[in-house]
């Protein structure tokens, strides 16, 4: 295996989508090439650090306004619907 | 350190016995909205508000637009409930709306013509790795968490929204390949190209801020 076919494989590796056989070619190549093994463990920390960091959270005060304003809408339609109804 | 929420399971959960298989909690609230029921379509909103949001300011890099997606999908998706079949999840089918929303967001703010899911795609930039320096330990800690923040937003804003968007709902949002394909209306071997794509070029443009100092290469 390349490093070529090591990188294409790489997604299914993250996701554990990998056959038995074709992971173990992927870490007897990552054994024998660094530059494989860094791509690996610095994407894997990249998702980490994504995943692990809000990069914004809304205080409860606004997601509040905005569900009340959604449900006045919501509640403005049901009122027009029933009148065209009637 | 927060951990991402993981919608409902989609199916059913069918038991080996003579009970009736176990309806999804989500397909309750939905019937009842059908028949208009408010609350029932509030408690679908505190459910999944904050995933929306997260999703729509990680595609459009903007608060403001955020809220408004947040408004737009919910009542978008109240107005079309009737549309929904039940086919998918129903989060599915609410992320399907608001990266819609998003990328129409992304269009009238950039005044592009074209910002889709397809847009700056065609590109190999970036899916080879040219920077083999290994990170620091807890790179991350290196900075404070205004300036980390900082980096990393402006890091995944400079990904093509085709890219950013799958990156989000599969890694940040926590979907499997195949609900992303089909909230994104992609085939599963486009999402892992692009999700390689973009964890490639993430990483890539990480390494910037987090690498080994040369003078410190062992």
Known sequence: ?????????LTDYFDAQTATALRSELEQHMAGCEHCTV???????TIEIYRN????????????????????????KMKRQKLKQS | MRQPERPHSPMPTAVNTEEEPQVHPDLELVARVKTGDLAAFEKL???????????SLQ??????????????????????????????????WLVRIAV????????????QKTVSMDEEIQTDEGSIPRDFAD???NPEQNYNQAELAEILRRT????????????????????????TAQALKLSVPAVKSRLLRARLQLRERLSRYFRVPSGELA
């Open chain 2, 59 to 92: 595609i459009t890099q903007n608060r403001e637009d955020a809220e408004d997606i947040v408004q737009d999908t919910f009542f978008k998706a109240f107005q079309k409930i009737d549309q929904f079949q039940g086919n998918s999840k129903f989060y599915t």
């Open chain 1, 53 to 76: 960091k809000e990069l914004f959270e809304l205080p409860e005060s606004i997601h509040e306004r905005l569900r009340q304003a959604v449900l006045s809408k919501c509640a403005a």
């Open chain 1, 1 to 9: 295996m390349n490093c070529t076919e090591f990188l294409a494989n």
């Open chain 2, 156 to 179: 995944i804003q400079g990904l093509p929204p085709g890219f950013r968007t799958v990156f989000v709902l599969r890694d940040i949002d926590g979907l499997s390949t195949e609900e």
């Open chain 2, 45 to 55: 909103m505190r459910q999944y508000e904050r995933q929306i949001f997260r999703i």
């Open chain 2, 100 to 111: 819609n929303e998003s990328l129409m967001r992304l269009r009238k703010r950039k005044a």
């Open chain 2, 135 to 137: 990170w620091m330990p």
């Open chain 1, 39 to 45: 791509t690996l463990n610095t994407t894997r920390q």
